[in-house]
């Protein structure tokens, strides 16, 4: 399973590849490396034609970009394009200075190690330009927070201001370079860009007091003049017209149509102000420029004793006034030399000449060293503050090879300095290539260079080199001159090969080379120096008085610049061509210790023409650039080379056997590496320490894979993360629910005990109560009575007896049994109460009746309990069934109640249906319409009935009573009730007689029947054999 998995994954890392390869390959020979016949300089040329006939200004050798000035915008440096380049593999897209940007800056964030571009090539070739697109580049597509944006301002705008102060328009190039700058962009760790650091070096001063037909003087003193206020320049006492100015009309081209001095003017003071200049720098720093104009129109004239003079002193006025020192101080320091004569100080009267050298020098001093003021204060607002470790990227726009009509001492440093670059090229790229090819045991055919060290050592060897012979010759008591200077060469350097003088020249060359000439023979061309002015540039001597004065000056520019050490310091300063060799040899080892990236500009034709291409200018520039080797280097050797552990901890990810941990060799896991990514024979070399890999697209492929892994392997070091950070984050929780059950529990028990203490005591004091409990109230029984009173009280409540038939009661507790007592009787009382209301006055009246049958037959006669339950009836024959004729008869008598009977006969005891009719005053016998015999209640003797079960009744009447016909027997079903209607109707005490065994009654005058009443099986009556009526009853149960 996980084999297969590996395999997918392979193929697709080689899909990836692959397809990025294809689509890299259609941008053709981008890379002077894919030439066919990279040897030729023709083939070279075409290529680089051809691409700028399309406007592709840009191909590179390898990671080397060469740029051809097209002199027209291009179109090509917009924000777009900057995103597309941005994060790109090197050789991904067309070439663009934006790459090699990008590459620097990728490699430094990767990498964490510093990085510098080098920009070369000769005036006008682009090189500030590319400078500006780069820093442009790093600015937008870098990340930035709010709290930086600023230091990116700062950077971006150090250039106008600078540019202002020390670029010129020349023959070569309208906005040219007159100084050496070489800058830090430093980022932190996370690819901010957050401050910067500016080294400038050698501006050439000898400008500011004299330009060449067609030249200018720094831009700032066009600019102030255009675009300055009226009140600024009144305040500075100027008049906004360059020709009054002598120190701007010597080139006699003041105004250039390709420069808009007002525009410009207006970007220099919006940047003054984004890099922390204050109104007094400002005041102070114009205050300079414009003495340097009032200078230059300062005129003298000799007076008849030689002495010199100021004739106008409106300009001297001016200067006094804006550099803030005392006017005669001036005047006397500009027309006197002082003289140190042991102890005494002597006044000497200068010449014309020499008080405009004095003039000439004081101007040039003070420019100068403004200028380094400026390049100081623009560092000040670069600076970071926060010193944690930076990686720099640093980028070196130096003055190009420069030959004129006339080179004098500046052009000579310029070259100089232009040697130094190309021997550290040479040192990094061409012989450390082979040295280390060698070195790592490669197989190596060796590639023919010109090393200039040689020419390098012409200038600058100790004691033998021209610069040591210069200041030899400064300082040389005696009376030196340019001249003696130039017969020192002859005699020291003289068989140099690369040194010629007309002297030394043969024949042919002799011709063009002057007496005060001398010629080097740079790796760029030939150079022919005029020794005029060496000495005393070299020296570059400003009068101690003079700058005496100037170190007494108000101006807090001139006064920073002019310190009054320097004046005690007795010690000969040292020589510009020394500072400056100085300078530059610290400037190599800066770039040294850095990653070198390089752009090699080159100028398609001298007359800044756009799409013109001098094939013999540009076959030169290829040829002193060292192209041609560069490349040859290239296609022999290998594009990349590196480390074996740096190579694998690289890329160890791309191969299961490496990832995570190479134990083995570093060299034996780069093997197994490049096996398993598939490497063919070709396409690299194994050394002894490092790997060497021959094509950018090998690398470019690897390198392809590489982020695809990453973001893989990210993806899963992620997810281990955020794993590992939720894991922690569950043990927290759990932790701390762990926590809150415990405490939880805690709570619970502790609840719980608390519980069952007070459980304890009540219990402890229950028995206590119980024990105790038929003492009199007192503590100690207190609660158990209460409780034992509530209790029972509360039981009671569901033992309460629910009607008043139920006699059941709780039992209560000893202590209770009075209360009980009471209660129940209340209770019972209370049931009675509610019986009573809920009693109807029918029921009422129901009861009564019953009440009467009780005391009538309770306890004497069988079947009365069985009664109880049997509702007594209002009658039980409704009047309709009575006869009319009866109920006619009966008239106004109410009838109380009926009911249905038998009547026996008195003689046979026949039985017969009859009716029973009570009335208020009289009973009624009824036989259908007949009232068979009446008996008024007067009349009524007595009832009689047994004390058996029978529903047999007899109606006694008194025998005296004639009326009557005597005593009735009757049946009733309901005799109970019967009787007790006839009792309550009668009102008669003792009426009702319960009889036992038998009973006599009334026949006629003197004629008694006996009635016998038993018990037996069932129920009967008959007329026995003696003639009477037996009556027998069913024995009840109860
Ligand atoms: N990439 C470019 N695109 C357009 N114009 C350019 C470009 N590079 C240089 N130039 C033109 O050439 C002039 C000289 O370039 P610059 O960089 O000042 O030369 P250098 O610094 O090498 O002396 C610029 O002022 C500009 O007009
Ligand atoms: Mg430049």
Not at 800 to 818: C, F, G, H, R, T
Not at 941 to 948: A, C, E, F, M, Y
Request: a positive charge; charged letters at 25%; aromatic letters at 10%.
């Amino acid at each position: 399973m996980d084999s297969k998995k590996e395999e997918v994954r392979q193929k697709h890392i080689r899909l990836h590849m692959e397809g990025a390869l294809t689509a890299r390959d259609k941008v053709g020979v981008q890379d002077f490396v894919l030439l066919d016949s990279y040897t030729s300089e023709s083939a070279f040329v075409d290529n680089l034609r051809k691409r700028y006939r399309e406007n592709l200004i840009y191909t590179y050798i390898g990671t080397l970009l060469v740029s051809v000035n097209p002199y027209q915008e291009l179109g090509i440096y917009t924000i777009k394009q900057m995103e597309l380049y941005q994060g790109v593999n090197f050789f991904e897209l067309p070439p663009h200075v934006y790459a090699v940007a990008d590459n620097a800056y990728r490699m430094m964030c990767s990498e964490l190690n510093n990085h510098f571009i080098l920009i070369s090539g000769e005036s006008g070739a682009g090189k500030t330009e590319a400078s500006k697109k780069i820093l442009q580049y790093l600015a937008v597509t870098c990340p930035m927070t709010e709290s930086l944006q600023i230091a990116r301002d700062r950077l971006l705008l150090s250039n106008p201001v600078l540019e202002a102060f020390g670029n010129a328009k020349t023959l070569r190039n309208d906005n040219s370079s007159r100084f050496g700058k070489y800058m830090d962009i430093q980022f932190d760790f996370k690819g901010i860009p957050v401050g910067g650091h500016i080294i400038s070096y050698l501006i050439e001063k000898s400008r500011v007091v004299f330009q060449n037909h067609g030249e200018r003087n720094f831009h700032i003193f066009y600019q102030l003049l255009e675009g300055g206020e009226d009140d600024l320049l009144s305040y500075l006492g100027l008049v906004r017209n360059p020709q009054v100015y002598l120190y701007l009309k010597q080139g006699r081209c003041a105004r250039v149509t390709s420069i808009n001095d007002k525009d410009d003017w207006k970007t220099v003071v919006k940047a003054f102000s984004i890099i922390d200049f204050n109104e007094t720098d400002l005041e102070n720093l114009f205050g300079i420029v414009a003495s340097v104009l009032h200078l230059g129109n300062v005129h003298f004239v000799e007076d008849g004793d030689g002495c010199v003079t100021i004739p106008d002193s409106s300009q001297i006025r001016w200067i006094a006034k804006l550099l803030g020192i005392h006017l005669s101080a001036l005047q006397e320091a500009l027309t006197y030399r002082k003289i140190e004569a042991k102890s005494e100080e002597v006044l000497c009267p200068l010449n014309i000449d020499l008080s405009v050298y004095s003039r000439d020098a004081m101007a040039k001093a003070i420019y100068g060293r403004t200028f380094t003021w400026l390049v100081n204060k623009i560092n000040r607002s670069l600076a970071n503050m926060d010193f944690t470790r930076k990686t720099v990227i640093g980028l070196l726009d130096i003055y190009g090879f420069e030959v004129f009509d006339k080179n004098g001492f500046e052009q000579f440093c310029i070259n100089y300095c232009n040697e130094k670059l190309q021997q550290l090229l040479i040192e990094m790229t061409l012989k450390a290539e082979q040295i280390e090819y060698e070195l790592e045991g490669i197989e190596w055919e060796p590639i023919q260079y010109f090393n200039n060290k040689v020419i390098c050592d012409l200038v600058e060897e100790k004691h033998r080199g021209i610069i040591s012979i210069l200041d030899e010759e400064c300082l040389r008591p005696g009376s030196p001159t340019d001249l003696s200077f130039l017969e020192k060469l002859e005699e020291k350097v003289g068989k140099h090969a690369h040194f010629q003088t007309r002297k030394l020249a043969g024949p042919k060359a002799r011709k063009k080379i002057s007496w005060m000439e001398f010629r080097l023979l740079h790796y760029a061309g030939e150079v022919t120096y005029c020794a005029r002015g060496f000495l005393e540039k070299n020296n570059d001597l400003l009068y101690r008085h003079l700058k005496k004065v100037l170190c007494g000056s108000k101006n807090g520019i001139i006064k920073e610049c002019f310190l009054v050490e320097e004046l005690e310091n007795r010690k000969r300063p040292t020589t510009v061509g020394t500072q400056f060799k100085n300078s530059v040899a610290n400037l190599i080892d800066i770039l040294m210790s850095k990653e070198p990236s390089y752009i090699r500009c080159i100028k398609p034709n001298e007359g800044k023409e756009p799409s013109k291409f001098d094939d013999f200018l540009i076959r030169h520039q290829i040829r002193y650039l060292g192209l041609m080797e560069h490349l040859r280097v290239r296609r022999a050797g290998f594009a990349y080379r590196r480390r074996y552990e740096h190579f694998l901890q690289r890329y160890k990810s791309l191969c299961p056997d490496t990832w995570p941990h190479w134990h083995g060799s570093p060299l034996e896991g780069v093997e197994k590496l490049i096996k398993y990514i598939g490497y063919k024979p070709e396409e690299y070399k194994l050394g002894r320490t490092k790997i060497f890999i021959r094509f950018p697209r090998t690398l470019f492929a690897t390198e392809d894979a590489f982020e695809f892994s990453k973001h893989q392997l990210v993806a899963k070091i992620q997810s281990t993360y955020k794993g590992c950070v939720e894991r922690r984050a569950y043990l927290k929780k759990r932790q701390a629910a762990i926590t809150l059950e415990a405490f939880w529990r805690g709570a619970l028990a502790r609840k719980e005990i608390k519980r069952r203490k007070w459980a304890t005591q009540i219990i402890r004091k229950f028995i206590r109560g119980f024990i105790n409990r038929n003492q009199t109230l007192c503590s100690e029984n207190e609660d158990y009575i209460i409780f034992v009173r509530k209790n029972y009280i509360l039981n009671l409540r569901h033992h309460v007896p629910k009607n008043v038939l139920d006699k059941s009661w709780l039992k209560p507790p000893a202590i209770l049994e009075n209360t009980s007592e009471m209660l129940k009787k209340i209770c019972m009382r209370n049931l009675v109460r509610q019986y009573c209301r809920k009693v109807t006055a029918q029921r009422k009246a129901q009861m009564q009746q019953k009440v009467i049958t009780s005391d009538l037959f309770r306890g004497k006669k069988a079947g009365y309990p069985e009664s109880l339950s049997q509702p007594f009836a209002e009658s039980r024959i409704d009047e309709v069934d009575i006869n009319p004729k009866v109920l006619q008869l009966i008239g106004s008598e109410k009838i109380q109640y009926g009911t249905p009977v038998v009547k026996y006969d008195r003689n046979g005891f026949k039985a017969r249906q009859r009716q029973l009719i009570l009335t208020q005053k009289a009973l009624y016998v009824v036989e259908l319409a007949k009232i068979k015999q009446r008996i008024e209640y007067k009349a009524l003797k007595g009832v009689s009935t047994s004390n058996l079960s029978d529903g047999l009744f007899v109606i006694h009447v008194s025998p005296e009573d004639t009326k009557q016909k005597g005593d009735i027997i009757l049946l009733c079903e309901h005799v109970f009730e019967t009787v007790t209607k006839l009792f309550m109707v009668v009102k008669k005490e003792d009426l009702v007689q319960v009889v036992r065994g038998s009973l006599q009654f009334y026949i006629s005058s003197g004629k008694e029947g006996t009635i016998i009443f038993n018990t037996g099986q069932e129920e009967q009556i008959y007329k026995d054999k003696d003639g009477q009526l037996t009556v027998v009853s069913v024995q009840m149960k109860s």
